[in-house]
């Protein structure tokens, strides 16, 4: 009998990591305090207490190809950005196909997980569940929290003056389900998110004015990237990472600042961060530059008060009679159901090795899957660390000691602080971060190798997209699949496109993109021995 696991969640995270203790000869139970699969995909048109919540129109910001289980592509015929509804059938898809539904007790709600008395000896923890009003004690050899960090809102009132007199309507973008109820009404959002923009474009089309209200700017990338393909499939790639890296710091944040400016100059739209070189998320939009364009709605600087009726931005000037303010300002951690010093190990900050394992625990069965933020999908993500988690869990891989985990994460501390600033998530690079774990269960891509025994794929995994495939590609869970499903991957992408054919396919060429990314660095180089 292998050891059991109690998985809290039932979304990306917490399905990935059902399949990956299947796989390591685990025994997982799933909790889930809804119905459905799905977390943060599962719509409901009511907010719920302790659930993620979206509205209706949500889009997915990463790509079919990217957002996919390593071994379960999207159809082809998909639509490369998907609807909620579309991503959370693919979840139902891949929960059938590995049949994870029976490992799932739905409508059950963790109260609490605590380590037994014996935990230095076992590392076991009880977990009390309630399901119809009675509770239930069980203990588990391991633990897997999946459950996200979309849940409880960050609504910092007390920064705002004159809120408490302020006599309009105020909620938090996680309440927001359609634009119906703000029709002909003066609407402030405050933040800049991709839900603070998907919010305030729909408004614009009803409310009688729109403002968003900023205080730092954001970067915005359209979902359309170079020459119409789907931006992360021409942005996250290997190369793209080594330049990135391997450049001067001055020439990288140039090319950083270049590349975001293409489509707009951030400044003429009031867009601009503060610091633009920062390598923080970026905001997903298509329509936001239209509707600055068309004066559907404005850009304002932070709120420097509010009054009875009106608000006062930094700048000095006034949106009046404002009907509505929707605060877009993301999210809490927390995890009510277990001791925050888990989690919050070190001066009241998360402390976790990877951004997985609490390092200071005496036993090394307790993991967050999910919590990580990068460029990349949450679906390969979750599937990696839940790959590397279960074999942690099973004994087949060990951690570092605590001196070597809390090294590392002040190492990345630092880094991360140069490369994103402050930031209450844990935000990393995509694709380094991706291969350190992959390296720890010995399924990160060999690339030498492949150049030398495969030409064609090398090529495509070095300078293509780095999509989940990849990660299955050898070592340990390879799937037989994965070389064939890098080399369609552009078909798939162009397939619901090209629903009128007009012309040869036309896919990205490596070596030409390799020749240009190239060119500046040698003209960088020639101007140096040129003038030196």
């Known amino acids: 009998m292998g050891k059991t696991v109690a998985i809290v969640g039932a979304g990306i995270s917490g399905l990935a990591a059902i399949r990956c203790c299947l796989e390591e000869g685990l025994e997982p139970t799933c909790f889930e305090r809804s119905n459905d699969i799905g977390g943060l995909w599962n719509f409901s048109d009511r907010v719920e207490e302790g659930r993620a919540s979206i509205y209706p129109s949500v889009f997915t910001n990463s790509s079919k190809e990217m957002m996919c289980f390593p071994d379960l592509p999207h159809p082809d015929d998909h639509p490369n950005f998907m609807h909620n509804t579309m991503l959370h059938e693919y979840l139902r898809t891949f929960a059938q196909k590995n049949d ?27 977990v009390v569940v309630e399901k119809n009003g009675k509770q239930e004690p069980t203990i588990f050899d391991a633990v897997m929290i999946c459950s996200g960090h979309h849940v409880y809102p960050n609504l910092p009132k007390n920064a705002f003056p004159g809120l408490d007199q302020f006599k309009g309507h105020c909620l938090h973008s996680r309440e927001y389900k359609g634009p119906e109820a703000f029709k002909g009404k003066r609407v402030l959002v405050i933040g800049l998110g991709n839900s603070a923009s998907d919010i305030a474009i729909e408004l614009s089309r009803l409310a009688a004015q729109v403002i968003v209200s900023t205080r730092t700017g954001s970067w915005i990338l359209s979902r359309v990237g170079e020459n119409g393909y789907p931006w992360d499939m021409v942005y996250i790639t290997r190369f793209a990472s080594f330049l990135r890296r391997g450049l001067p710091s001055f020439v990288s944040d140039w090319l950083h600042v270049k590349q975001m400016n293409t489509r707009i100059k951030h400044e003429n739209y ?67 159901f277990v001791d925050e010093s888990i989690i919050k190990g070190r001066n009241n900050e998360v402390t976790l090795f990877k951004g997985v394992f609490p390092p200071l625990l005496e036993k090394p069965t307790f993991a967050l899957i999910g919590f990580v933020q990068s460029l990349g999908s949450a679906t390969i993500t979750a599937d990696m660390q839940a790959r590397w988690v279960a074999k942690v869990f099973a004994n087949s891989c060990s951690l570092p000691t605590t001196k070597e985990m809390m090294d590392d ?98 896919k990205p060429r490596h070596l030409y993109n390799l020749l240009k990314m190239l060119l500046f660095p040698l003209l960088l180089l020639t101007v140096l021995l040129t003038f030196c």
């Not at 633009?276 to 932070?302: Q, V, Y």
């Open 100 to 126: 994870l539904l029976r490992y799932i007790r739905f409508e059950t709600l963790v109260c609490s997980i605590k380590k037994c008395p014996s935990f230095l000896v076992t590392g076991q923890w009880e």
């Open 270 to 336: 009031g867009l601009m961060p503060l610091n633009g070189t920062l390598g923080k998320e970026p905001l997903f939009n298509d329509e936001l530059p239209s509707c600055i364009l068309c004066g559907t709605l404005s850009i304002k600087p932070s709120v420097k008060k509010f009054t009875e009726t009106s608000v006062m931005f930094e700048d000095g000037t006034v949106f009046e009679d404002v009907d509505f303010v929707i605060f877009a300002t993301g999210y809490d951690t927390s995890y009510p």
């Open 409 to 506: 994460i002040d190492e990345n501390m630092k880094k991360n602080l140069k490369w994103f600033g402050q930031s209450q998530s844990l935000q990393t690079d995509y694709i380094t971060y991706m291969d350190e774990l992959s390296s720890f269960i010995g399924a990160k891509p060999n690339i030498p190798w492949l150049f030398l025994t495969d030409p064609q794929l090398a090529l495509e995994v070095y300078f293509g997209p780095c999509t989940p495939y990849q990660f299955r590609l050898m070592g340990p869970g390879k799937w037989d699949g994965a070389r064939n499903a890098i080399l369609t991957q552009w078909d798939r992408v162009l397939k619901p496109t090209r629903t009128r054919v007009v012309s040869a396919i036309h």
